[in-house]
């Protein structure tokens, strides 16, 4: 089964708006990496986040992470119509093979103009 | 290259013919990886590379599904005898793997596979 979740599965707002996205995960990472995925194309780095930190921000994104919950947001501020696209989360492992990274289903988000 | 090349873009088969899919990663990276993506789907990972260690095939779903990868770089993903529930994006990526570094994940486009 997929080590990362995401919640919802899909998510449609308006230009402006903000969207959050959910990931949650089973075992400890070192590392959690959010992908952008535009439709029939390949996935694009986004943002990563140690398991030593809590937030970290980048540009309109924002990312959290909880380790005692296991679980992790992705906020994008002030979305855009170009911002349509499916996000995923990606974990890495501590215990295991270090460089396999696992990800969930993704969110499929559509921002209206 | 500049970024990972997958080939072919798209490929049309008969059930029960052999496929091979070809990655091109990042020249230097030394992890290489497959997933496959079905319709609307998430990420299954199949098999993973790193420099000269075994890979780790733990997520191939059948044996009709081997990779191999010469030399470090190039790799091919080979599925014998394709069956229809095949059919979907296979995706490569590569990664710098350094201690400290942050494994980012570089994809190619896929190579969509339909097995008619």
């Known amino acids: 089964s997929q080590q990362g979740e995401e919640d919802p599965q899909a998510l449609s707002i308006q230009e402006g708006e903000n969207a959050t996205m959910n990931c949650s995960y089973k075992?400890?990472?070192?590392?959690l990496q959010w992908y952008r995925q535009n439709s029939g194309r390949g996935l694009v780095h986004l943002i990563l986040?140690?398991?030593?930190?809590r937030e970290k921000h980048s540009g309109r994104l924002r990312v959290t992470l909880d380790t005692s919950k296991k679980s992790s947001s992705l906020l994008i501020t002030a979305s855009r119509a170009a911002d349509t696209a499916s996000y995923f989360c990606?974990?890495?492992?501590?215990?295991?093979?270090?460089?396999?990274?696992?990800f969930g289903d993704g969110t499929t988000l559509t921002v209206k103009p | 290259g500049a970024g990972v090349s997958q080939s072919p873009s798209n490929k049309v088969t008969e059930k029960g013919k052999d496929v091979e899919l070809r990655c091109d990663p990042i020249?230097?990276?030394?992890?290489l990886y497959w997933y496959r993506q079905s319709l609307g789907q998430g990420l299954e990972f199949l098999i993973y590379?790193?420099?000269?260690?075994?890979?780790?095939k733990s997520g191939l779903p059948s044996d009709r599904f081997s990779a191999e990868r010469t030399g470090g770089s190039v790799s091919t993903l080979t599925i014998q005898r394709t069956q229809q529930e095949d059919s979907a994006v296979y995706l490569c990526?590569?990664?710098?793997?350094?201690?400290?570094?942050?494994?980012?994940?570089?994809f190619g486009e896929g190579s969509r596979l339909t097995v008619l």
């Open positions: 020249s230097g990276h030394t992890a």
């Open positions: 990606a974990t890495g492992d501590f215990n295991t093979n270090a460089g396999k990274s696992t």
């Open positions: 590379f790193q420099g000269n260690s075994a890979p780790d």
């Open positions: 990526a590569s990664s710098l793997r350094v201690a400290g570094g942050t494994g980012e994940l570089f």
């Open positions: 986040i140690r398991s030593n930190e």
């Open positions: 075992t400890s990472i070192n590392n």
